[in-house]
């Protein structure tokens, strides 16, 4: 159980409150380049600043104050030029190192310039891996943007999935080193969901946590389970800061503010070998609803919505107050006191956890994965999985459903819903 003043330090993400720095020390996904095919602005909000991401007319990325420094105006409703992103109020230009390079009526009244150069916009830095956007906010030097070892795998169709749960972020983490509710959220409610009883899914009999230098794994035994099967083995990673890497997709939780989190799902399915090669070209996107539209209660039918019930279900802050914390929650219990012993190092002038500066380490992380194999040298038709509807989120649009038909191979009429 934590005091009041220790919850709120978890769940702060403003600049200057502890965890706000901690998190300033990290690359954020925010976007898909895949958005940027038929637009050239997308309004963000990251860690409780209300931001632009643009693609100016040369390729670049950059990431902006919302607002102009003239007279505020929303930067989203500029346009993007060769080399920046001008203001559609009164044509003020701005590059992605934040300078103002043009005033269009100043710079008549005044060659010289002199307001302009005084002007400088928020900015921060952009980098693109694995399909996503990824923001850096803190400090320099900034450490290596993550290219995971995911992001280097061919012949396999990825999509990323985004959604906007009305929570905060570290109730959302504190899912990603919690075995035993996959038992029970997943494989049981998913019994009863069904309008099933029996028999229910095997329980849990042991669970187990430990650190390493990028996050923590937890590693389980089920009744139908023994100490050589892969999740005692090899376990699953709670990535840090604030993602959970199963097999062949990461989940990252970002904090958009202290009330919404950004679950960004980054997914990869190897086509059967016999497809091979298969380039995609880029990574699709789309939104997830988390919400039925019909009945106004959250949606229940996809692995990832049913973790967002959860999340959202703990209330908008969750009271750790209130709670009552067992065996299986000694990987909750270890998670936190390291986000506190990171405030303490930020404090110091170190970096926190899993902050990566070697480049070498930076450009292919690794970490323990199940059927990692699998994934880099491919599988063959006949043991490759049927068609199914895509398991973890809801609402997945028609068209990347039969994109994915195509590259598997599944016939041209997709079964999802
Ligand atoms: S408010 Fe942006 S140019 Fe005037
Ligand atoms: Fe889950």
Redesign the pocket.
Known sequence: MLDAERNRMLMEVDAGTPMGEVLRRYWHPIAAESEFADKHTKPVRLLGENLVLYKDLSGKYGLLDRH?P????DLSYGWAEQDGLR?N????LFGQNGKCLAQPYEDIEDPSGKLRKTIAIKNYRVSAQGGLLWAYMGPDPAPEPPCYEHFHWQNGFRQIVFSEIPCNWFQCQENSIDPVHFEWMHSNWDIKLNGKTAPYSPSHIKVDFEEFDLGFIYRRIRTDTDENHAMWRLGRVCLWPYALATRSHIEWRVPIDDETTLSVGWFFDRVPKEKEPYVQNSVPHWYAPIRDEKTGRWITSHVMNQDFVAWVGQGLFADRTQEHLGRSDRGIAMIRQRYFRDMEAVKRGEDPKAVIRDPEQAARIQFPIDGLELFRDGQDNADHPRRQKFAFLAGQPPEIARAYDDAMGFGEKPTNK
């Open positions: 102009c003239h007279r505020r105006a203001c109020y009164h044509g003020w």
